[in-house]
């Protein structure tokens, strides 16, 4: 077929803008239906750090698999992904491991409602719905570059915005838990912790990590750090009342 043979059936501007979509669908659209996909619960999403650089992981799906990535952190020597699935696994046999003395269960249900006091602090609040705002408007700006209503560079200088207000924000609830009234709830749980463990859907297996910990640390694949929140550290320290915090969440 000779070029210019023959009249184009589409014109060549809409050829171009669909591919123009199909290309930035093949860059943006695995990696947004990944991690948004319903059935896909990661964890560890929300407090899981690389301990060789201290960039965040986040969850996605690829070849079949789901995995922890770097989040925009690039020029670390440590793995880039690693599997989801037994990183999980072993956290889950880190803290299946725990037992909780009468004495210590009082201590943290003491902790508990004095964090609890505290729900109504205007700083925690307005910090929670500012980063749910900025989740949809994330979610929002990813569609548009899909459709291609976006360049790139726009998409860069959006998204940059966008994670910037995020980190403020979280900086901001760097001592409250996750959600109070997940800690309201937990505080009825204290006996069931192995059994959540056990047989809880991933749902309730994530409030429980997101309401324990502050932080988990792995390098190459092997959990190296468990920082329980202020509430829980009594717990993690065997009720013996001293900071041994450090001794016995470094693996």
Sequence with gaps: VLKGSHQPILPMELCQQIADQLAARQIYGPKFHGHHTPDRTYLLSDILYCAQCGAKLVGGFQDGQQWYRHDGKKGCPALGMIKAIPFEAQVVERLSQFSLPNQLKERIRALARKLLSNEARPDWQEARVTLQRLARKLDTLKEMRIEGEVDKKEYDRRKAE??????????????????????????????????????????????????????????????????????????????????????????
């Excluded at 609830?173 to 463990?197: M, N």
């Excluded at 468990?226 to 320290?237: C, D, G, H, I």
């Design 162 to 251: 966008i994670e910037a207000q995020q980190r403020d924000a979280q900086d901001k609830l760097r001592h409250a838990p996750t959600d109070v009234r997940d800690l309201e709830d937990l505080l009825g749980k204290v006996d069931q912790i192995a059994e959540v463990i056990r047989e809880g859907t991933p749902q309730q297996k994530k409030k429980l990590f997101n309401a324990l910990f502050e932080r988990i640390e792995t390098r190459d694949g092997k959990l190296t750090l468990l920082k329980p929140r202020e509430w829980a550290q009594a717990y993690f320290n065997g009720g013996n009342g001293e900071n041994e915090n450090d001794k016995l969440t470094e693996l």
